[in-house]
């Protein structure tokens, strides 16, 4: 019994001494200097204004996430698999942002799994769909313009990476689904799987500079991933 006390407290401790070694990470990348000049997105009266948010919410693709019910990241490294269970919830599939990472590379420690990159979010939603998924990256305004064109198209999903810090002044490397598009305003309507920040509109060009940053796990481009029939 003393035995198992005993490897039961050093477990507590080296979760312990983990979990602050996350936080401490977390801070740092959260007030990354580099972009301390940033004008915060929620600055905008667009950010969530209450009326253009219920004409995305009303756009096809968003609605097929709100009639499966949209779920929110259970811990701070789960937005992968949550975005990707989204997305998968969207086109029908029965799964959870836990049950999505089954047959995957990646396994969760603790309850936690790695930073998920790019590469890793479209093998997560291959499996999870079995559709085709094409990785993008280092799109110019024109051409990012015209995928967001086909983010109304209820046959087709986005994903999409982004640096928060490059939005909201703070935070770090993120993952997200698009819920759709509004041409007329110019805003992508993404949605956010942190519960504390909520489904958003973003400008275009913000949130192209945002997944434009690199991803120091990786030294690549973020970038935007498209699910399609084909």
Same mark, same amino acid.
């Given at each position: ?15 312990? *001494? ?12 959260? =007030?990354?200097? %580099? @972009? ?18 219920? $004409? ?8 097929? @996430? $709100?009639?499966?019910?949209?779920? @929110? ?6 937005? &992968? ?7 998968? /919830? ?6 959870? /942002?836990?049950?999505?990472? =089954? &047959?995957?590379?990646? %396994? ?11 590469? /890793? ?8 769909? &079995? $559709? ?15 995928? *967001? ?7 087709? $999903? @986005? ?14 490397? =993120? ?22 920040? /909520? ?20 030294? %690549?481009? %973020?970038? *935007? ?6």
């Amino acid at each position: 019994m003393t035995l198992l006390r005993n490897l039961l407290l050093g477990l507590v401790a080296l979760v312990t *001494l983990g979990g602050a070694g996350v936080a401490f990470m977390l801070h740092q990348a959260d =007030h990354d200097p %580099r @972009y301390a000049h940033v004008v915060s997105i929620a600055d905008a009266p667009t950010y969530q204004d209450p009326a253009l948010l219920a $004409r995305a919410w009303a756009l096809p693709v968003a609605a097929a @996430y $709100r009639d499966d019910g949209f779920e @929110y990241q259970a811990n701070p490294s789960f937005c &992968g698999p949550t975005s990707a269970a989204n997305v998968a /919830q969207s086109l029908g599939a029965d799964v959870t /942002q836990t049950t999505v990472l =089954h &047959g995957t590379s990646i %396994r969760p420690f603790l309850g936690f799994v790695p930073g998920v990159t790019l590469d /890793q979010e479209a093998e997560i939603l291959r499996i999870a769909t &079995g $559709r085709r998924v094409e990785i993008l990256r280092d799109l110019d305004l024109v051409a990012f313009r015209a995928h *967001l064109a086909q983010a109304n198209d209820p046959s087709v $999903r @986005y994903v999409v990476n982004f640096n928060r810090a490059a939005l909201w002044g703070e935070g770090h490397g =993120h993952i997200s689904p698009i819920l759709g598009y509004l041409p007329e305003e110019d805003l992508v309507f993404v949605g956010d799987v942190n519960a504390r920040f /909520q489904p958003f509109l973003v400008p275009s060009e913000r949130l192209l500079e945002a997944m434009n940053t690199t991803d120091t796990s990786t030294g %690549r481009s %973020r970038g *935007l991933l498209r699910i399609g029939p084909d």
